[in-house]
T-cell receptor
Framework: QKEVEQNSGPLSVPEGAIASLNCTYSDRGSQSFFWYRQYSGKSPELIMF????GDKEDGRFTAQLNKASQYVSLLIRDSQPSDSATYLCAVTLGGGGGFKTIFGAGTRLFVKA | SQTIHQWPATLVQPVGSPLSLECTVEGTSNPNLYWYRQAAGRGLQLLFY??????ISSEVPQNLSASRPQDRQFILSSKKLLLSDSGFYLCAWSRTGVNSGNTIYFGEGSWLTVV
C-alpha cells in the first residue's frame, strides 16, 4: 500500500514566524510532489510542486525534497493568520501508477495574531 | 483557461437511495479525471481515475461506480447509498503528457450526507 504520512497537528505558530510542515512517502519511484492548502469546507488549492531534489521557492513558500530520505517539506515564512488552514502533501506514484496522485491526511496549521 | 465544475454542491440522501454526481472540465482536452472522497476530519481518498473515455480505474472496492461518457465529463454513481458514503466528494483533473507532472486541480466539491 503506497502511503503519504503527515503529522496531523495542529501546528501553532505566532504571526511572522516560520511554519515548517513535513511529509514522508513510501513509494521510492515517486516523481512528482505537491503541497495543497485546504480551508475548512473548501476544496484543496495548489500551493506549489517540486520534482527535483533540493529547494524550490515561491514567494513566502519554500518546498524541500529529499528523494533519498523520501521526505518533502514546506516552509512558510512570515506566517499570517490567513495561512491558517490544513496543508496536504501529495505524491504522484511512479512506474505504472504515473497517473495516480495520493494525499496525506494533512497538517492543521494555526497562525496566532 | 481551464475550469472544472461539479454538481450538486450539497445533497442529503436517504440510505438505499441512488446517487449521481457530475463533473465537467472546460478549456482542455483529453484530461486525466479523478474522483476523491474526504470523510470528516480525514484525508483525501482516491476513488476512481480515468485516462480516457470509457477507461475507469477503481482504487477502492465499494458500492460506488464511475463513468466517463465524454472526454471532459466524469460521473460518480451509486445504486444504493450507505451511511458510510457520507463525505466531501471532489472531482479533479490533470493534464496528460510525460512532462505534465500530473498536477491535480480540484472542483468545488460536493457535500453528501446519507441519513
Amino acid at each position: 500500500q503506497k502511503e503519504v504520512e503527515q503529522n496531523s497537528g495542529p501546528l501553532s505558530v505566532p504571526e511572522g514566524a516560520i511554519a515548517s510542515l513535513n511529509c514522508t512517502y513510501s513509494d521510492r519511484g515517486s516523481q512528482s510532489f505537491f503541497w495543497y492548502r485546504q480551508y475548512s469546507g473548501k476544496s484543496p488549492e495548489l500551493i506549489m510542486f517540486i520534482y527535483s531534489n533540493g529547494d524550490k521557492e515561491d514567494g513566502r513558500f519554500t518546498a524541500q525534497l529529499n528523494k533519498a530520505s523520501q521526505y518533502v517539506s514546506l516552509l512558510i515564512r512570515d506566517s499570517q493568520p490567513s495561512d491558517s488552514a490544513t496543508y496536504l502533501c501529495a505524491v504522484t506514484l511512479g512506474g505504472g501508477g504515473g497517473f495516480k496522485t495520493i494525499f496525506g491526511a494533512g497538517t492543521r496549521l494555526f497562525v496566532k495574531a | 483557461s481551464q475550469t472544472i465544475h461539479q454538481w450538486p454542491a450539497t445533497l442529503v440522501q436517504p440510505v438505499g437511495s441512488p446517487l449521481s454526481l457530475e463533473c465537467t472540465v472546460e478549456g482542455t482536452s483529453n484530461p486525466n479525471l479523478y474522483w476523491y472522497r474526504q470523510a470528516a476530519g480525514r484525508g483525501l481518498q482516491l476513488l476512481f481515475y480515468s485516462v480516457g473515455i470509457g477507461q475507469i480505474s477503481s482504487e477502492v472496492p465499494q458500492n460506488l461506480s464511475a463513468s466517463r461518457p465524454q472526454d471532459r465529463q466524469f460521473i460518480l454513481s451509486s445504486k444504493k447509498l450507505l451511511l458510510s458514503d457520507s463525505g466531501f466528494y471532489l472531482c479533479a483533473w490533470s493534464r496528460t503528457g510525460v512532462n505534465s507532472g500530473n498536477t491535480i486541480y480540484f472542483g468545488e466539491g460536493s457535500w453528501l450526507t446519507v441519513v
